[in-house]
Nanobody, 111 residues
Framework: QVQLVESGGGLVQAGGSLRLSCTASGRTITNAVMEWFRQAPGKERDLVAGISWSDSTYYADSVKGRFTISRDKVKNTVYLQMNMLKPEDTAVYYC?????WGQGTQVTVSS
């Protein structure tokens, strides 16, 4: 059984930064495809960023140049560094591996 635990969310002013973490247990994610999604109230859950087995990365257009996904193979953790945050980035952020989801972490950006 794989468990994913996100952390690092919070309240930040527009223009600020946060770093989200997603730590996996039950499986080594060193070469796994890992993704971050977000879901705002009343909206669908959308892909934000992903990192492939070869560590290539991909991003939603809305976050390109502001967000960076990375992984720490020793800590079995994936990160989402979020800079220049905007109010429209407000959402619950989830990490995903295969069919497994974390519980989510709330990010709120005030204007």
């Amino acid at each position: 059984q794989v468990q994913l635990v996100e952390s690092g969310g919070g309240l930040v002013q527009a223009g600020g930064s946060l770093r989200l973490s997603c730590t996996a247990s039950g499986r080594t994610i060193t070469n796994a495809v890992m993704e971050w999604f977000r879901q705002a109230p009343g909206k669908e859950r959308d892909l934000v960023a992903g990192i492939s087995w070869s560590d290539s990365t991909y991003y939603a257009d809305s976050v390109k140049g502001r967000f960076t996904i990375s992984r720490d193979k020793v800590k079995n953790t994936v990160y989402l560094q979020m800079n220049m945050l905007k109010p429209e980035d407000t959402a619950v952020y989830y990490c995903r591996y295969n069919v497994y989801w974390g519980q989510g972490t709330q990010v709120t950006v005030s204007s």
